[in-house]
C-alpha cells in the first residue's frame, strides 16, 4: 500500500539527490523556470503555462513551445459558463465528445474519438485521480486538456489525451456565490483565501447544492469542502498540499437504445426517467482527492519534485435500470437482439444495487529537471520515476429483472424490488504501474530544438471473482517512446512535428459474446502529430494541429458462434483529424474561444467489411464551438455572453447503418459587474440551449452495449457573487 487511506495522511519518499551545475559551467546555460507559489486567478480566456509542461514530459517550457495539443478551460471560462457536469464544462473544445455521460452519474468522455479511462485518463494537480465520481469545479483554478497520446506524460492510458483539474492557490480572496436555476435549484458557493506571511497561505472553498432536475424524480444534492496550503519553506523549499471532499446524491437516467438494435427512438423524451420505480434509491457517491507536492531548487539550473497523490471513491449504486429487452414479449421469437430496446420501444426494468463499490488510486512520483550545455546546444533534462496502484473493491451486486415498460408510457408500471441483497465486498482489482522516464529537450541554436525521451512502463494486475479468487493476472512491459522537432522563426510563432507511442488496457468482452466475461490485451497505440502555435499580440493564441493515431480495433466481431459474436483485437482503428483552437481577447471589449475538429475515424483490415468504409460509433465527422464574451462599451460592467455548439451526424451502429442526426446549439447570457459599499458584486444569468432545440449527444457504450443520451433542454441558470 502506497498510501494511508485517509487523504490526509501522506507519505513522502524521501528526495533522490540530483547533481547541480559545476562553477565552470558555460554562460549559454539555461535557467529554469521558478516555482511562484504566491500565484493569483486572472480573468484571462487565455493560458499561458499547464501544469502538463513544467514537471511533465515536455519539459520546462511555456504552453507556447510544447509540442502538443493543450487547451485550457480557464477560471474565467468556467465562472461565465456555470458548467456542473463534465458533458457541460467541455462543451467549449470540439475535439471532446461525451461518452456513456448519464445525468446524475459520473460521467466520461472521448477525445480526439478514444473514450478515456476513468481509471487513468484523469489528474488532481497531475496526479492519476479515481475518476468515479461527480464533477466539482469551485475549488479549481483551470482544467487542462492534453489531447492526443500521454505515453510519456502519463504511462498506461488511452489514445486520446488526458484530463488535468488543477486547485486554486492561496491567494486574498473573500467571496461568497448564491444562486439558482429555471428549475428552482439553490447553490451557495464560498471562496476564501489569505496569506498569513510572506511564507504560508491558505484557501479553502466550499459549496452545497440541492439540484432541481430537469429530468422527474431524479433532483439531486452536493456538498463540498476542499483545502489549499502553499508554504515557502526556504527560498529554495516550497510544499503545496490540496485535498478535496465531497458527497452527492441523485437518481441516475438511464439512457435509450436503438429500437430492435437499429432505430433512433421517435419523439423520445428528455424528462422522463426510464424505468422509475418508487423505491429506486439515490445514487451515492462520496470521493476525495489529495496531492502533496514538495519541490526544491539546489540551483538556477537544477530543479527537484516529489509528489504524493490519493484518491478515493465509494459509490452506491442504485438503479432502476432500463435495458434490452430478453424478458419482453415482443423479443419472444428471438428476431431482436435481447441488448437492445424491442422495436415497439418495449424495454425491461432491473433493480441494480452495488453498494461499498470503492476505487481508490494512490500514486508517488519524482523528478529532478535541469539545464546545461554541451558546446554550443543546451539542454534541458527531465528524469523521473513513478509508482501508482488501483484498488477497486466491490460487493456481489443484485441485477434482477422485475418488469418491463415502454419508452412511450406517461407513467412507468409498479414492480416490486428484488428480495435480494448484495453480497459480502471483496477485493476485485489490484493494478501496479512503475514506470521511469527521461526526455531531453534540445535547443540547437534560436529556432530549432528536439525533444527526445522514453517511459519505460511495467504493467502488473490481477482482477478477482465475486468469491475473491483470482480470475486474470496481466503483465506487460512496455518501452514509449516520444520525439518531437520545433521550429521557431519568430518568437510569437512555433511550428512542430511529433511522434509518440502509446500503452492501453484492453477491454472486457461484452457478456452476450461468445468469450464474454473475458480482458483482452494491452493495446499498443501510435501517433504522429504537426502542429503550429501563433500568439495574436498578447491576448490571443491560435493553434492548429494535423494528426493521426493508429490502435487496434476492438470489437464484437460477427462469425457462426452459438452467440453469433466474439469480442476480439482484429484491423486497425486510425482516426485522422485536424484541429484549430482560438483563445484571448480580439480586441478591448471582445473575448472569444473557438473550436473546430475534423475528423475521418475508421476501422480498416477488421475481417468483417460491413465495420469499415464509414465512421466508428460516437465520432462526429464534423465538430464545432464558438463562446463569446463582449463587455459593451456604453454600459460600463455589462457584457453579454454567447455560444454557439454544433455536432455533425453521429454514427451509432458499428456497420455504420443507424445515425443520429447532426444539431447546432446555441446559448447565451449576461454578465454584469459592479460595486455595492465598496464591495465587488458580479451577476451571471446563463441560458443553455436557448432554442430548446431536441438532439441526441451521446451515441457512446458502456460495458460494451451502446446507448443514447439526449440533450439537456433550455435551463437558465442565474447567479450572483459578492466580495466580503
Known sequence: MIL?????????LALAAAAHAADDAPPQARTLPTVDVHATTTDSYRAADSQLDTFGSFGSAPLHDTPAAITVITRAQIDDRQPRTLSELVRGDAAITDNYAPAGYYQDVSIRGFPLDLATGFRFNGMIMSAEQLLALEGKEHVEVLKGLGGLEAGVVEPGGLVNYVSKRPADVHNVTIGTDSHGSNYEALDLGAWFSPSFGLRVNAANEKTHSYIEHADGRRSFVSIAADWKITDKATLLLDTDYQTSGQRSASGYQLLGGTTVPAHASRTRLLGYQSWQRPV???????????????????????????????????????????????????????????????YDVYDFRSPDDTRQNDEVRGVVTGSFATGSVDHELNVGATSFRRTIDRRAYVYDYVGTANIYDRVVPSFAPSPNEPGPSVRRLTSWQRTLFAIDRIHLGEQ???????RFVRLDESAYDDTGAIERHTRSSQSLPQAALLWQPTAPLTTYVSYGEGLSLGREAP????????????????????????????????????????QAYQFARPDDTAEGFTFVQQGQEVHTGVELNLAGRITENLRLTASLNAIRARAENTGAPTYEGHQVVNVPRW?????????????????????WRYAGSNVATPDGATRVPAYNVFDAGLRFATQV??????????????????????????????YLFPGMPRLARLSVTYEL
Open 4 to 12: 494511508a487511506r485517509t487523504p490526509l495522511a501522506l507519505a513522502i
Open 284 to 346: 451515492g457517491i462520496h470521493s476525495s482527492n489529495t496531492s502533496l507536492r514538495f519541490n526544491y531548487r539546489f540551483s538556477d539550473n537544477w530543479n527537484a519534485q516529489v509528489s504524493a497523490g490519493h484518491s478515493h471513491t465509494v459509490i452506491d449504486d442504485n438503479v432502476a435500470f432500463a435495458y434490452g429487452c430478453f424478458y419482453a414479449e415482443s423479443c419472444a421469437s428471438g428476431a431482436t437482439p435481447g441488448y437492445f430496446f424491442a422495436p415497439n420501444g418495449d
Open 448 to 454: 530549432w530544438q528536439v525533444l527526445a525521451g522514453t
Open 511 to 550: 457478456y452476450w459474446t461468445s468469450n464474454g466475461g473475458t480482458t483482452l490485451a494491452p493495446l499498443h497505440s501510435r501517433q504522429v502529430e504537426a502542429g503550429v502555435k501563433y500568439a495574436i499580440g498578447e491576448g490571443l493564441d491560435l493553434q492548429a494541429a494535423v494528426y493521426r493515431i493508429r
Open 623 to 643: 465538430r464545432s464551438a464558438v463562446y463569446a464574451d463582449y463587455s459593451l462599451p456604453f454600459a460600463p460592467g455589462l457584457a453579454i455572453l454567447g455560444g
Open 677 to 706: 459599499g465598496g464591495h465587488a458584486l458580479t451577476w451571471r444569468l446563463n441560458v443553455d440551449n436557448v432554442f430548446n432545440r431536441f438532439y441526441w449527444r451521446d451515441t457512446g457504450s458502456s460495458g460494451g452495449d451502446s
